[in-house]
């Protein structure tokens, strides 16, 4: 059983986008870093457990050439072994900042191409970041989608150092998965199916997937095998989110409902299993984030579109 | 985002904006030959071969702002007047409230291609009797098929998402769809968690587990939280067919009063000062853009001795004052005035202009060249 947790509020509403909630979990410091974005801008602030907000921020796209203000699309922090970066994406490109987002440390400028922008070839773009300071290189670009990218996914690989795992999905559904190395080896295709996979998650070798069709798909990642197809929401899914010690998966959908998951393995056949932990409403919103805000899956922060809060779940 | 919205988002609020014009004119009785006349004067324009082939080029949304001029351009396009506080204060925030529930509430992001088959239908039924405005019409509906009817389940998710964006945070409170329960009291609207899921969903509830050799080995049912049941049929993509989805058909009757509540007024009011207070980067941008779509719109001059007449879009004379005694000074906008009666001449030469600055075509427009233009307009 989840309660309602006192809401936390936001300068501006969320947008209509796909997994437009990012938490960064700093559990030394007693506080909890959300990133929503709201348009041309994106919002950083960070609460204590109750949820009181301490500090805030907001951060714009770069402008650029063109005339017309960026939108961003996404806001995310990335926890690498040694440092966490924020990362702002918008059509100009993407933007890298220190985790407070105090300080751009880098800016990737995307061919406009022609006039129209979000000349999205499906790239993924993979960068060498340094443990420290702003000496951040472009180091390959991975070709394996011809429909943009939606969202990435990594875990470490099971039983090797400094070699992690990464999903790829995109527009048309098709997930990729690769490992990494000195260069990327794409390890597996998994087709789509005439919908986009807006979301996409790692957990221990098994893919989970979020659909346009509300579907949530289980695959394993060596194989490529679809496992489990779970019909868990009656409209779009926009977000999935993993809570690793406890194997727990988050799934959010426009139809306003939050569904929480139990992710296993068979002791006999290994085979991935999955059990329904827990619903929740979001009344008359379009759920268009959700993140679990500790490890062990305890608690879950949700953002709205068109909503100026931050609502958040703990279990009792 | 993307850049394919701006067809869609011009047929739909175009359509709902003759849904009200519509159903006024019935209500204050206007004579049917004038009323027809209106009409079709209105179709004919914002059908015009000139004017659709400059909203279908792939472009990004201008701001609501420059929208709102179109519509008031259109709105003028016939014998009938509206004063400034009608348009925006009702029209417009109708328009868009109306819009904007059709697209959250679209089951399938592809569905609003439906709903603007749904607003297309009912224009076809109001000119009827005109075979050259019909041909029109079929003309833009031919396009919308060839254009969106090939587009990926993906690009529909971005067109729905460029639409929501341009909607977002807009909650006027609209009296219709409170009574109708479909908007809440702090104007947000009602998502319903029953109903038919969209085509090509499953219904939620069941888990599925497969073996390797991918033969199910296991079903189990769990509780989702909703009442949902199967859709029953898809709706029609053709020139003609069923639609099946009820989003976009005319919700206005003869018998429903046309109101806006304001409650909260000041609050409302005051989003849309700010939106037209604050310095707008795009101004230039947005001219560039009203002048292309313009130079393409062929005004009829009014002929003969015919009348204009006034169409109240309040209840009364006197609300329509008071509205326009409560309208904040902040929303009387200058930038753009451009009267009811604008000659070919002009528009031509609006064109040309705008054929000059096509050639230069670099992103800073020197500031003479921009400024001639606004001087230009405000002669108008």
């Known amino acids: ?212 069709n509300g579907q949530v798909h289980l695959y394993e990642a060596t194989t490529g095998n679809l496992h489990v197809q779970i019909n868990a929401h009656a409209r779009a899914i926009s977000a999935l989110d993993l809570a690793p010690e406890a194997g727990k998966l988050l799934s959010a959908a426009e139809d306003t409902f939050v569904h929480i998951w139990k992710l296993s393995r068979s002791p006999e056949s290994s085979y991935i299993e999955v059990e329904h932990c827990h619903g929740e409403c979001v009344s008359d919103t379009q759920v268009c984030g959700a993140r679990f805000c500790d490890s062990s899956g305890s608690s879950f922060a949700v953002t709205g579109y068109d909503l100026a809060e931050i609502r958040r779940f703990s279990s009792v | ?164 964006i341009f909607f977002q945070d807009l909650h006027i409170r609209v009296s219709m769809f409170l009574k109708d329960k479909v908007q809440n009291n702090n104007g947000r609207f009602v998502l319903p968690v029953s109903g038919p899921v969209p085509w090509g969903t499953e219904l939620p509830g069941l888990i599925r587990m497969f073996n390797n050799k991918g033969e199910e080995v296991t079903r189990i049912e769990f509780k989702h939280g909703g009442n949902y049941v199967r859709a029953p049929k898809e709706g029609s993509f053709e020139l003609y067919g069923d639609r099946v989805l009820k989003l976009g058909t005319n919700m206005y009757s003869a018998n429903r009063p046309v109101e806006t509540h304001m409650s909260g007024s000041s609050k409302n009011v005051a989003s849309w000062a700010q939106e037209s207070i604050a310095p707008n980067p795009l101004a230039k941008e947005e001219l560039n853009f009203l002048a292309r779509l313009m130079g393409g719109m062929e005004i009829k001059k009014p002929s003969g001795p015919e009348p204009g007449f006034r169409l109240n879009l309040f209840t009364s004379d006197e609300e329509e004052e008071q509205a326009a005694l409560t309208r904040p000074e902040e929303l009387s906008y200058e930038v753009i005035n451009i009267q009811a009666t604008q000659d070919q001449q002009r528009s031509e030469e609006l064109a040309r202009i705008m054929g000059e600055f096509e050639i230069t075509e670099q992103p800073s427009l020197s500031t003479s060249k921009g400024d001639d233009l606004l001087a230009m307009m405000d002669e108008l």
Request: hydrophobic content about 40%.
């Open chain 1, 1 to 212: 059983m989840f309660r309602w947790e006192r809401s936390i509020p936001l300068r501006g509403s969320a947008a209509a986008l796909c997994n437009n909630l990012s938490v960064l979990q700093l559990p030394a410091r007693n506080l909890t870093h959300f990133g929503v974005v709201h348009g041309p801008s994106a919002q950083l602030l960070s609460a204590a457990p109750e949820g009181v907000p301490l500090a805030q921020r907001q951060l714009h796209a770069k402008e650029g050439a063109g005339v017309s203000p960026p939108l961003i699309t996404q806001v995310h922090w990335c926890v690498l072994p040694f440092r966490v970066l924020l990362v702002l994406t918008s059509h100009r490109g993407i933007q890298m900042y220190e985790s407070d987002g105090s300080t751009m440390v880098y800016w990737h400028a995307l061919d406009s191409g022609d006039a129209t922008p979000g000349t999205w070839s499906g790239r993924v773009l993979v960068f060498d970041i340094p443990a420290k300071g702003p000496n951040i290189v472009l180091s390959e670009e991975l070709a394996g989608h011809q429909t943009p990218i939606t969202d990435i996914a990594t875990e470490p690989a099971q039983g090797q150092d400094c070699v992690a795992d990464m999903v790829t999905a995109d527009d048309s559904g098709l997930l990729c998965v690769w490992r990494s190395g000195p260069e990327f080896t794409l390890l597996t295709r998994i087709p789509g199916f005439g919908v986009p996979c807006p979301s996409v998650q790692l957990w221990q070798g098994i893919i989970a997937a979020g659909y346009g």
């Open chain 2, 1 to 164: 985002m993307s850049v394919r919205t701006l067809p869609l988002l011009f047929l739909n609020l175009g359509g709902e904006m003759l849904y009200i014009l519509d159903q006024r004119l019935r209500a204050q009785n206007i004579p049917g030959d004038k009323a027809r006349r209106v009409l079709n004067d209105i179709i004919s324009t914002m059908f015009n071969r000139k004017f659709m082939e400059e909203l279908f080029k792939p472009q990004e949304l201008y701001s609501k702002k420059a929208l709102r001029t179109i519509y008031e351009r259109l709105a003028h396009a016939s014998i009938m007047k509206l004063n400034q506080a009608s348009m925006d204060k009702q029209l417009y925030d109708l328009m868009t409230m109306a819009f904007k529930y059709q697209v959250l509430l679209c089951p399938r992001p592809k569905d609003v291609l439906l709903v603007t088959f749904n607003h297309l239908d009912t224009i076809k039924g109001f000119i009827r009797d005109s075979p050259t405005i019909l041909q029109q019409v079929d003309e833009t509906f031919r396009q919308l098929i060839e254009i969106y009817g090939g587009l990926s389940a993906g690009e529909f998710q971005l067109i729905r998402q460029t639409l929501l």
